[in-house]
């Protein structure tokens, strides 16, 4: 049994000096090493005894396997490297647990494997006391169709996780087997977290399965170094198979480390509460007299949905957009001209106003944009266009999904016009764009349909309100963060967002939608909130000028959270 004190863990802590894994390499194992400081406040969390057992499920770099060992003894441990486990598929882990523990005799503590499958008998205990993880961050696409099918298959202690799911989510699903009644558990996991549907019933097994547990969204992009920009949250969890008195998985956020350490601290010793887990990240930073004065103009009059006014829709899924959305080099190739397709938006970046112009669609193509829709209900009404139609790959064709669902495979269009456009992901806030155009967009981007009772001015009146902070802020609220800052809105969370609609004439509204035409398509995003908020505030005479500004303040400070610093 190897016995370690402080002096062998310091003189073993050093890398080894071998070949390391490419941050790419690291990307598609989807590894990023758990830095040095955050393992060791975790590992200080969770451990609270000298026997007790740690599992790490993919230990990597062994930053938590270090900051384990280093717990336990101080502790009082006598033999904490008989008392840690763990497994990795990556070779290279075990140079650096190599380097760790160069005399283990437990050689059986640890495995060359994927957490997910099963361990020989003997190998592991049963349960652990604690459990610490940085687990693999393999989005849904990159885990490969069969892995995906077999893994839905799968019973996991957690029902209904969604098939879309990431692999850190299966991993966190399993670890709930290996964990002892009233143990803790502590993990790295990205925003997905609490963003993504999928994880939906893994956020409710937590809370009703913990005496307490919580999550921190932490803003200081902590695997920066690792080359992501990954939001990162940091979930606790003790008293597994106890039921607190809330049954509610908490949630805070910290802006540094520093702040993380004094609010585990503070939890742990019951002076701090996190809020309810149904608030979304964004709703955080809307506290005290800020949400007072969010909560008001909600209740306000003039306040409505955007639902009351309009359907939104995803665009056109064409079902292969290299092929039928071209571009003015994808036009030669195919030997077709602009009048064989349609024009279609690609991407929300070719409207750069409030409305959608020919010329902008014109400007777009010049770039090098694809702004060429073929689509053909009957191939043989043209031959360029058939002739462009046989060239698509027949093993392709017969294996695409989307070609199936429609009565003619090439029909990549539905005839239908939308009244306006809404960005699908976006860093700086929603824009509403009117289509003047007949045409309609891909489904990079969603397409609006106002109801009937929607006329012109009022159209325009939607689009200059969009753009005030009240409504931003609303959009942050109802918005699901991604990766390196995105905002992402699906049609139902976009039909949530609210807006102020305050009495003006015709005209005024006609004369300022000009404006902010004018001044969105300069790439002034910042001017286009202050005009907006100057037009529609000044007629609202009930909502004083500090309140304006408060709310323009937190706005700032949700974007400042959601997108990562590249200071």
């Not at 490297?81 to 497994?87: E, K, L, P, R, T």
């Not at 070779?91 to 760790?100: G, T, V, Y």
């Not at 990162?232 to 908490?250: D, H, I, M, N, R």
């Not at 306006?420 to 824009?431: D, E, I, K, Q, S």
Request: proline share 5%.
């Amino acid at each position: 049994m190897l016995l370690l004190d402080d002096s062998a863990l310091e003189q073993n802590r050093d890398l080894p000096d071998g070949p390391e894994r490419s941050l790419g390499e690291r990307r598609m194992l989807g590894a990023y090493y758990t830095p040095e400081r955050l393992s060791g406040i975790l590992a200080r969390w969770a451990i609270r005894a000298p026997t007790e057992t740690v599992l790490e499920p993919s230990f990597g770099g062994c930053g938590f396997l270090a900051a384990a060992l280093d717990q336990l003894i101080a502790q009082g441990g006598i033999a904490p490297a008989s008392q840690v486990f763990g497994c990795d598929i990556d070779p290279l882990a075990f140079a650096f647990l190599d380097k760790l523990l160069p005399d283990r005799e437990a050689a059986g503590n640890f495995l060359l494997q994927d957490f997910l499958e099963p361990v020989d008998a003997g190998s592991w205990p049963p349960y652990f006391d604690v459990i610490l993880a940085n687990p693999p961050y393999i989005p849904y696409h990159r885990i490969g169709k069969d892995r995906v099918q077999e893994l839905a298959k799968r019973s996991w202690p957690v029902d209904r996780i969604g098939g879309k799911a990431s692999l850190w989510a299966y991993f966190l699903a399993h670890s709930f087997r290996y964990l002892k009644l009233c143990g803790r558990m502590a993990w790295v996991l990205p925003g997905a977290f609490l963003q993504a549907d999928y994880a939906r019933a893994l956020r409710q097994f937590m809370a009703e399965n913990f005496e307490r547990s919580v999550a921190f969204i932490v803003h200081d992009r902590i695997f920066k170094a690792e080359g992501t920009d990954e939001e990162t949250v940091v979930l606790l969890a003790k008293g597994f198979g106890t039921k607190g008195a809330s049954s509610s998985l908490e949630i805070g956020e910290a802006d540094s480390l520093d702040m993380l350490e004094e609010l585990i601290t503070a939890w742990e010793c019951g002076e701090w509460n996190g809020k309810p887990q149904h608030l979304s990240a964004a709703s955080l930073s809307l506290q005290d007299e800020a949400r007072t004065i969010f909560d008001s103009l909600s209740a306000h009059p003039a306040c409505v949905r955007f639902a009351d006014f309009a359907k939104v829709q995803i665009g056109l899924v064409t079902g292969a957009n290299d092929f039928f959305v071209l571009n003015d080099k994808g036009l030669v190739h195919a030997n077709l001209q602009p009048a064989h397709c349609e024009p279609i938006l690609s991407k929300f970046r070719a409207a750069p106003g409030l409305q959608l112009l020919e010329d902008d669609l014109n400007r777009y193509a010049l770039q090098g944009g694809r702004a060429y829709l073929v689509s053909s209900a009957h191939p043989d009404d043209h031959d360029g266009v058939s002739a462009y139609l046989d060239t698509f790959d027949a093993a392709r064709r017969e294996t695409n999904s989307t070609f199936r669902k429609r009565a003619v495979w090439s029909l990549t269009s539905d005839g239908r016009r939308p009244d306006a456009f809404f960005p699908v992901m976006h860093h700086l806030g929603p824009r509403l764009v009117l289509n003047t155009m007949t045409c309609s967009c891909t489904n990079t981007v969603h397409r609006v349909f106002f109801k009937e009772k929607v006329e012109e001015v009022t159209a325009k009146l939607l689009a200059i309100t969009m753009l005030t902070s009240f409504t931003q802020v609303s959009a942050e609220l109802t918005g699901r963060r991604y990766g390196s800052g995105v905002l992402k809105h699906e049609p139902r969370d976009a039909e949530k967002i609210l807006l102020l609609m305050p009495s003006v004439t015709e005209a005024e509204v006609v004369a300022e939608f000009e404006v902010l035409d004018g001044i969105s398509r300069s790439g002034n995003a910042a001017a286009v909130m202050e005009e907006a908020d100057r037009f529609v505030y000044s007629r609202l005479t009930d909502f004083p000028a500090f309140e304006r500004e408060s709310i323009a303040q937190v706005l700032t400070r949700m974007r400042e959270r959601r997108r990562p610093s590249r200071k």
